[in-house]
């Protein structure tokens, strides 16, 4: 693989053996190497398992489990979409595919534009804004489709202010790249790959970190008909559209099924039906200050957020940060102990334990120990004593040996004194 891979187009799905995500994939992947040569895919579809493996896994930069590449050529594509067979499927054939396709008719334009939710079309011939356009695609072709197409192609509702030119179609009109006002192609591209409104989950909020935009969401019950329910949806939804010009550049609108995803990110309980406004940038987040009952409502708000007055919340500061780490602990076992009550409590209980018998331990022998030191200083100052004093028996013997010594040296004084006398 290693020596030929260059020669054709690699799917290729990194696994470990040991890894939950990487088996719940399994069957899914085997569904995308059946779909991929039924449909006469150029497209080989292999897996490989990275633990055994580890040094082609480090060529590519494979960090964790399951990772999905197309390989092309001397070029990676990290796949970062949902695991379903559709959305790998579609992943594979627009990376393999050519970099910019071709529009060559009318007919062709608009069977492209039924097909795609979001697509961009460069038109006019070589220039400077082409080479970077193709720069810009070889980049972000993982996520959306690029075309061209001459001027005669365009649909007749189009209206282009000069040539060369960059389009984006979606929510049912167009806009037109605008260098001066929008900036760097590469920026604006990726702030336009997404539909003005979306559903979002998870892995959608993830992407839109991307963007650099705040994310305002109607956070709702779907099963949930209730007035209330459809009424905030349906203010997002207008101001999406209504106020595009606005508000496009900062913000991203959409609607979020349930609030367990929200809550564990805000760590918060959020009552549904609600509105938030996400920046997922710093993790700050913004709730409105009183109830949304109408567009002008909801602009008033975003308007406050924009100008600085909207109070921010979260964040990712220290105290979030521990907070976080708390929260995320708590979460954990509080799983655990739903999903299994007696495993929990053989994981976090014999720990606990085991941690109880050593305190207890620890204690007790520092305790013996402090007896057995008073002891030994009491033992070691009595021998001192008996050392530099002696017993008793001692000290009687050394005085009775001075009176002795004393008496002679009189008998001695005595006999001299007699002699000298004589």
């Not at 579809?45 to 590519?60: H, W, Y």
């Not at 001459?150 to 649909?155: H, M, Q």
């Not at 939804?237 to 367990?260: I, L, T």
């Not at 039906?273 to 200050?289: G, M, R």
Request: hydrophobic share 35%; aromatic share 10%; glycine share 8%.
């Amino acid at each position: 693989f290693k020596e030929n891979r260059k020669d054709d187009i690699w799917l290729v799905d990194f696994y470990a053996p040991w890894c939950g995500h990487c088996k719940k994939l399994e069957p899914v992947w085997n569904e995308v190497g059946i779909e991929m040569r039924n449909m006469g895919s150029p497209v080989k579809v292999g897996k490989m398992d990275a633990t055994s493996f580890s040094s082609i896994a480090s060529e590519f930069g494979v960090r964790g489990y399951p990772t999905i590449k197309l390989l092309k050529g001397d070029l990676a594509y990290n796949y970062r979409g949902p695991r379903t067979k559709d959305d790998i499927v579609e992943f594979a054939n627009r990376v393999a595919g050519p970099l910019i396709r071709p529009l060559p008719s009318q007919h062709m334009f608009e069977h492209v534009q039924k097909r795609h939710r979001v697509l961009f079309v460069y038109v006019g011939g070589e220039s400077p804004l082409k080479e970077k356009y193709i720069e810009v695609a070889s980049e972000l072709i993982v996520y959306t489709y690029f075309f061209s197409a001459s001027e005669d192609v365009v649909p007749e509702y189009v209206t282009l202010p000069e040539l060369p030119a960059v389009m984006v179609f979606k929510d049912g009109t167009y806009f037109v790249y605008d260098e001066y006002e929008d900036g760097d192609l590469s920026s604006w591209i990726n702030r336009e790959r997404f539909q003005g409104y979306l559903n979002v989950d998870g892995f959608t909020l993830y992407e839109l970190g991307d963007t650099g935009k705040l994310v305002a969401i109607a956070v709702i019950d779907d099963k949930n008909s209730s007035v209330e329910h459809t009424r905030l949806k349906s203010i997002i939804q207008e101001v999406a559209r209504d106020y595009r010009d606005h508000f496009h550049r900062d913000f991203q609108f959409g609607h979020m099924d349930g609030n367990d995803y929200i809550n564990s990110l805000l760590m918060d309980d959020l009552t549904i039906p609600t509105i938030v406004v996400l920046n997922t940038s710093n993790q700050q987040y913004f709730l409105p200050d009183r109830h949304i009952e109408s567009t002008e409502d909801m602009v008033r708000f975003i308007n406050n957020i924009l100008d600085g007055t909207a109070e921010a919340q979260g964040g990712d500061g220290l105290l979030q940060r521990i907070k976080r780490i708390i929260y995320d602990a708590k979460s954990t076992i509080m799983s655990v102990f739903k999903s299994s009550p007696l495993l929990g409590c053989f994981l976090f209980g014999l720990p606990l334990g085991v941690i109880s018998i050593m305190c207890y331990g620890i204690c007790t022998a520092d305790t013996d120990g402090e007896v057995f030191e008073h002891e030994g200083a009491k033992k070691e100052s009595g021998d001192r004593e008996l050392t530099d004093e002696g017993s008793e028996e001692e000290q009687e013997e050394e005085k009775n040996g001075k009176y002795t010594e004393l008496s002679d040296g009189e008998l001695k004084q005595k006999d001299t004194m007699e002699k000298k006398k004589d």
